[in-house]
C-alpha cells in the first residue's frame, strides 16, 4: 500500500496502521465529514426558509422574527452533527474494523454502519422516529429485493401491489386512528382528501358502536360554511345512521360530484410545485454536466413526469370519494359497509387502479415514500392499541439496525437499492461501493492519482474488470525493485506479457516465447541485481 493512501475496496488484514496512515486517515475522515455536515447544513437552512416562506404567505406568520433559529437553530446544528459523526465515524471503523478484528466484510461493515448510527442519539425523539423508519424501511426493501435477485423470484405487478397495501394502511390509520398523525400531517390529510375533521370524529363514534354527535359536529363548525341542504339532512337525522352521512364528509358542498371535482384541483394545484421539483431535482443534481449544456429537454420531461403525477392523484381522490360518496347513496341501508375494514379495501382499489398510470420508476420512488409512512403509521397504532409496550429509544435502535443493513447493501449489494438512495449515498454521503463500475470517482477518499489495485478476493464479486495476475506481479516487482531500475524492468516486462499472451492465442508459437523468455531472463540477470531476477521469474 501506498503510504497515506487508503482504497477502501483494498482491507489488508492484521496490517496495523502506522502514525503517517492514521494522521491521513482522520484528516481525510474529517474533510469528508466537514464537506457532508456542510451540505446538510445548508440544505436543512433552505428547507427551513421555504417552509417559513410557506407559512408566512398561507398563515401570515411572522418571518423575520424566526430568521436566526432559520439560519443557527437546533435543526440546523443537529442536522450538521448528524451528518458530520456519522460519516467520520464511518469511515474510520470501515478502515480499521477489518485490520484489529477477524470479522469478515459483511460483518466489519454492518457493525461499522451500526456504530455510526449512534449520532441518531443528537437528534431530537419526533426526528429519530422519522429517520429510523425511513432507514429500516429502505434496508427491508433491499434485503427482500436482494432476496428477489439471488432466487429468481418475479412478483407479477409487486411494486404496485407494495404502493396499494401502503396507501391502504394510511388512509385506514387516518379514517379509524387519527391521532397516529402529527396535527400537521393530519391537516394535510383532510386538505387532500377534501374530508372534514368533524366527519372523521363522528366516523369513528359510528364504527365504534357510539351514536353520532351530530349537534356537537354542527356546532363545530360556523354555520355560514356548511350548505343549507346539508345542514337540514343533519337535523333530519333522528337515529343512529348505518354510515356517516355525506352532508357530514363535505358539509360545505352539497353536491358530490361537484365536492369530488373541486377536491381534485385542490389536491392537484397544492402538490403541482412538490411533483415538479421531485421530478427535475434528481436528474438536476446527478446530470449536472447534461443538464447545464442543455436543460430544455431535462424540464419538458419533468413537466411530462409532473402531469402524469397529477393526473394519478385526481385519479386516486376521484376514485376514493366516488366510493365513499356512491356507498353511502346508493347502499346507505347496509351497516356491513360501515365496518372500519371497507376503507382499507376501497383505498386498495383506488390506489392500485391510479399507480397504473405512473412510470415504473416512479412508481419505485412513490412506493418507497408510501412504505416509509405506512410502516410508521402502523407502528404508532400499535403504540395506541397498547400492542406494542414503551420501549425506551426504540426508534433509536430501529435507525441503529437499518443503517447497518443499508451500508452493508451499498457495498456488497448495490444493485438491490434504489437508484436515488444510491447515488445519495455515494456521491453525495461520499459512502463507496465495493461493485461500482466508476471506483475512481466514487473511491473512499477520492484519490485518483496512485490508487491501489483491487485485491484477488474481490475479483469475483467485482463488476468492472480486475487486473490479471500478471498484471499485478509486474506491479509488485516495480514497487520491490526501485526507481533506478523500474524503466528497464517495464521494458522487461512489458515483452514478457506480450510473449505470454502470444503463447495463449497461439499454441504452435508456444516453444518460441518460452525461449524468448529465458534470453531475456539471462540477458537481465547480468545487469539487474539478483532479487530483480527472482521478481522476473514470478512472471513466467
Known amino acids: 500500500?501506498?503510504?497515506?493512501?487508503?482504497?477502501?475496496?483494498?482491507?489488508?488484514?492484521?496490517?496495523?496502521?502506522?502514525?503517517?496512515?492514521?494522521?491521513?486517515?482522520?484528516?481525510?475522515?474529517?474533510?469528508?465529514?466537514?464537506?457532508?455536515?456542510?451540505?446538510?447544513?445548508?440544505?436543512?437552512?433552505?428547507?427551513?426558509?421555504?417552509?417559513?416562506?410557506?407559512?408566512?404567505?398561507?398563515?401570515?406568520?411572522?418571518?423575520?422574527?424566526?430568521?436566526?433559529s432559520f439560519l443557527?437553530?437546533?435543526?440546523?446544528?443537529?442536522?450538521?452533527?448528524?451528518?458530520?459523526?456519522?460519516?467520520?465515524?464511518?469511515?474510520v471503523l470501515l478502515e480499521t474494523l477489518p485490520r484489529y478484528t477477524n470479522l469478515s466484510d459483511k460483518q466489519s461493515d454492518f457493525i461499522a454502519g451500526a456504530l455510526s448510527g449512534l449520532w441518531i442519539l443528537v437528534e431530537s425523539a419526533s426526528v429519530r422516529t422519522v429517520y429510523g423508519v425511513g432507514i429500516a424501511s429502505r434496508a427491508i426493501h433491499g434485503l427482500l429485493k436482494s432476496a428477489n435477485n439471488n432466487q429468481k423470484l418475479n412478483?407479477?405487478?409487486?411494486?404496485?401491489?407494495?404502493?396499494?397495501?401502503?396507501?391502504?394502511?394510511?388512509?385506514?390509520?387516518?379514517?379509524?386512528?387519527?391521532?397516529?398523525?402529527?396535527?400537521?400531517?393530519?391537516?394535510?390529510?383532510?386538505?387532500?382528501?377534501?374530508?372534514?375533521?368533524?366527519?372523521?370524529?363522528?366516523?369513528?363514534?359510528?364504527?365504534?358502536?357510539?351514536p353520532m354527535e351530530k349537534y356537537s359536529f354542527i356546532h363545530s363548525h360556523l354555520l355560514n360554511t356548511i350548505d343549507p341542504n346539508n345542514l337540514a339532512r343533519l337535523y333530519a337525522l333522528r337515529e343512529q345512521p348505518n354510515l356517516i352521512p355525506c352532508a357530514s364528509i363535505?358539509?360545505?358542498?352539497?353536491?358530490?360530484?361537484?365536492?369530488?371535482?373541486?377536491?381534485?384541483?385542490?389536491?392537484?394545484?397544492?402538490?403541482?410545485?412538490?411533483?415538479?421539483?421531485?421530478?427535475?431535482?434528481?436528474?438536476?443534481?446527478?446530470?449536472?454536466?447534461?443538464?447545464?449544456?442543455?436543460?430544455?429537454?431535462?424540464?419538458?420531461?419533468?413537466?411530462?413526469?409532473?402531469?402524469?403525477?397529477?393526473?394519478?392523484?385526481g385519479l386516486f381522490i376521484f376514485l376514493l370519494q366516488g366510493q365513499l360518496c356512491g356507498t353511502r347513496n346508493f347502499f346507505g341501508n347496509v351497516r356491513f359497509l360501515g365496518h372500519r375494514y371497507i376503507y382499507f379495501f376501497q383505498a386498495l382499489i383506488a390506489a392500485f387502479v391510479a399507480i397504473q398510470f405512473e412510470t415504473t420508476g416512479r412508481k419505485k420512488e412513490l412506493t418507497l415514500i408510501f412504505t416509509t409512512q405506512a410502516i410508521e403509521t402502523f407502528y404508532?397504532?400499535?403504540?395506541?392499541k397498547g400492542v406494542l409496550p414503551r420501549v425506551p429509544h426504540f426508534e433509536s435502535a430501529l435507525f441503529v439496525i437499518g443503517a447497518g443493513v443499508f451500508l452493508t447493501l451499498i457495498r456488497h449489494e448495490p444493485k438491490s437499492l434504489d437508484s436515488i438512495d444510491h447515488k445519495v449515498a455515494t456521491k453525495i454521503l461520499r459512502l463507496n461501493s465495493i461493485h461500482d463500475p466508476e471506483p475512481s470517482s466514487l473511491s473512499f477518499f477520492d484519490d485518483n492519482d496512485d490508487e491501489d489495485e483491487v485485491p484477488p478476493k474481490y475479483q469475483s464479486r467485482s463488476t468492472h474488470n480486475a487486473p490479471s495476475t500478471s498484471e499485478r506481479n509486474l506491479a509488485d516487482s516495480?514497487?520491490?525493485?526501485?526507481?533506478?531500475?523500474?524503466?528497464?524492468?517495464?521494458?522487461?516486462?512489458?515483452?514478457?506479457?506480450?510473449?505470454?499472451?502470444?503463447?495463449?492465442?497461439?499454441?504452435q508459437d508456444k516453444q518460441t516465447s518460452k525461449k524468448g523468455k529465458k534470453k531475456n531472463k539471462q540477458n537481465q540477470q547480468s545487469e539487474e541485481p539478483k532479487d530483480l531476477s527472482e521478481s522476473v521469474q514470478s512472471l513466467d
Open 72 to 91: 443557527f437553530g437546533k435543526s440546523v446544528r443537529r442536522t450538521g452533527a448528524l451528518l458530520g459523526g456519522f460519516v467520520f465515524t464511518y469511515k
Open 250 to 313: 363535505h358539509p360545505s358542498q352539497a353536491s358530490c360530484l361537484i365536492n369530488i371535482f373541486v377536491s381534485i384541483v385542490k389536491g392537484i394545484k397544492r402538490n403541482l410545485a412538490f411533483y415538479f421539483a421531485m421530478n427535475l431535482v434528481p436528474g438536476a443534481m446527478f446530470k449536472r454536466k447534461a443538464f447545464l449544456s442543455d436543460p430544455l429537454p431535462r424540464i419538458k420531461e419533468a413537466i411530462k413526469s409532473t402531469l402524469k403525477s397529477s393526473f394519478a392523484l
Open 155 to 210: 412478483v407479477p405487478k409487486g411494486t404496485d401491489i407494495l404502493f396499494s397495501l401502503s396507501a391502504a394502511q394510511i388512509f385506514f390509520s387516518f379514517i379509524a386512528h387519527p391521532l397516529a398523525f402529527a396535527p400537521t400531517t393530519m391537516m394535510n390529510m383532510l386538505e387532500k382528501t377534501g374530508i372534514s375533521y368533524g366527519a372523521i370524529r363522528n366516523n369513528l363514534d359510528i364504527i365504534r358502536g357510539k
Open 478 to 507: 516495480q514497487h520491490s525493485v526501485g526507481s533506478s531500475s523500474s524503466e528497464k524492468f517495464e521494458s522487461i516486462g512489458e515483452r514478457d506479457l506480450t510473449s505470454s499472451q502470444d503463447s495463449v492465442s497461439q499454441p
Open 1 to 68: 500500500m501506498t503510504s497515506g493512501k487508503f482504497d477502501n475496496n483494498q482491507r489488508r488484514r492484521g496490517e496495523s496502521l502506522s502514525r503517517e496512515e492514521w494522521t491521513h486517515l482522520v484528516k481525510q475522515a474529517g474533510f469528508d465529514a466537514a464537506k457532508v455536515a456542510g451540505s446538510g447544513m445548508g440544505l436543512r437552512i433552505l428547507l427551513n426558509i421555504l417552509t417559513g416562506l410557506r407559512k408566512t404567505i398561507t398563515d401570515k406568520h411572522p418571518f423575520n422574527t424566526k430568521l436566526w
Open 380 to 384: 404508532k397504532v400499535l403504540r395506541l
